[in-house]
């Protein structure tokens, strides 16, 4: 089972420059999730979604766009990169099941700098 | 607004000692808490689910309590190793939401 699939790994973008993170999952997860991990910080949600077609924002959504055309695909898209974007990025997926929940699995982690 | 604390941000021990990680929670309206690891460079993985109904759940030397009407969760891990090392973060997912918010993690080293 591959689990949680992000890429690229590492990425280094220059001011203004966009690109997109690619996630995918093979276990059927309704939930998938972006969020980003500052040095000695929590993961803040960026966006998250709760199905094919359906995506809503958390908590630190500016300079970012997400889309889910899939259940398997979740692509987080930075536009016109800025500095404060440098980050470990980390796509995570669950099967919720309300109102209780299930555990999260979470990729390896994409270590964006942007210059 | 939820917000998850855990203290002590780093955490050094010798092989062997039983250890204790604390998660302090603002709000005790919880749906779960998760505790997970996360190894340098890695993901993070799932240790450990409760549900807000439930006091505990264990999973080999790990034990984790959850006292919702404190907002509190400890991690108990016994005799530990040094394969043990890593960053350790606790996670809650308020009601009404299906989002998780982090602790910022308690960094163990366990020290042969």
């Known amino acids: 089972n591959a689990g949680v699939t992000q890429t690229p790994k590492f990425r280094i973008l220059k001011i203004g420059q966009s690109m997109t993170l690619q996630c995918t999952q093979d276990m059927n997860h309704n939930y998938m999730y972006w969020y980003r991990q500052d040095p000695g910080m929590g993961l803040k949600l960026i966006y998250y979604?709760?199905?094919?077609?359906?995506?809503d924002k958390g908590e630190v959504p500016n300079g970012y766009n997400v889309s889910r055309s899939t259940t398997e695909d979740f692509p987080l898209r930075l536009e016109l990169a800025a500095p404060s974007q440098t980050s470990v990025y980390f796509c995570?997926?669950?099967?919720?099941?309300?109102?209780?929940?299930?555990?999260?699995?979470f990729g390896e982690g994409s270590w964006l700098t942007v210059v | 607004k939820q917000e998850v604390t855990q203290i002590p941000a780093a955490l050094s021990v010798p092989e062997g000692e039983n250890l204790v990680l604390n998660c302090s929670f603002t709000?005790?309206?919880?749906?779960?808490l998760q505790w997970f690891r996360q190894d340098p460079g890695k993901g993070l993985t799932s240790l450990l689910l409760?549900?807000?109904?439930?006091r505990e759940q264990t999973s080999g030397r790990l034990n984790a309590s959850l006292d919702k009407s404190s907002g509190r969760s400890t991690l108990y891990i016994a005799a530990s190793q040094p394969g043990d090392s890593a960053t350790y973060l606790c996670a809650v997912r308020p009601p009404g939401t299906y989002k998780y918010i982090f602790g910022t993690g308690t960094r163990l080293k366990v020290l042969a």
């Open positions: 995570a997926s669950s099967y919720i099941l309300p109102p209780s929940g299930n555990t999260i699995y």
């Open positions: 979604s709760v199905g094919a077609g359906i995506t």
């Open positions: 709000d005790s309206a919880i749906y779960n």
């Open positions: 409760i549900q807000s109904s439930q």
